[in-house]
């Protein structure tokens, strides 16, 4: 994944988390209320929005942080932006418990996507 597609990434991802933040906060908060799972859904929102910058970061430090260890971050960051806040939403939403078992998946992805950046930083000049 080149910078520019990390940076469009991120501008869409932030959009969207945005989005829902202020839809789960108003348009729906009786129904996740009511449901007991607006701390799931702004999970989602908090997470979606602290990667999506994490993303636009990794996307203005080409020449900081570069190779392929920038890149696998960027496509973990994604996939578990995907996964993890597609899981919990879908978990607030729709209240089907098979979302709470995708969740972790996504979480790992976060995780090994920070454990990435850390590789790349290791092999900076």
């Known amino acids: 994944m080149n910078a520019r597609t ?3 990434i991120a501008a869409f991802s ?15 908060a009786e129904l996740l209320e009511a449901n007991q799972r607006g701390d799931t859904f702004r999970t989602a929102t908090q997470y979606q929005m602290a990667h999506t910058l994490a993303l636009l970061a990794l996307g203005f430090a080409p020449e900081r942080l570069h190779g392929i260890w920038t890149r696998r971050a960027a496509w973990l960051f994604t996939g578990g932006i995907l996964l993890f ?5 879908a978990l607030a939403l729709l ?5 709470g078992a995708v969740a972790p998946l996504g ?3 976060l995780i090994a996507g920070w454990a990435c950046i850390g590789m790349a930083a290791r092999r900076m000049s």
């Open 85 to 89: 806040s597609g899981a919990l939403y």
């Open 107 to 109: 979480g790992a992805a």
């Open 95 to 99: 209240n089907v418990g098979f979302f």
């Open 14 to 28: 932030g959009m969207i988390a945005v989005a829902l933040g202020a839809f789960g906060a108003h348009g729906l």
């Open 6 to 8: 990390m940076v469009m």
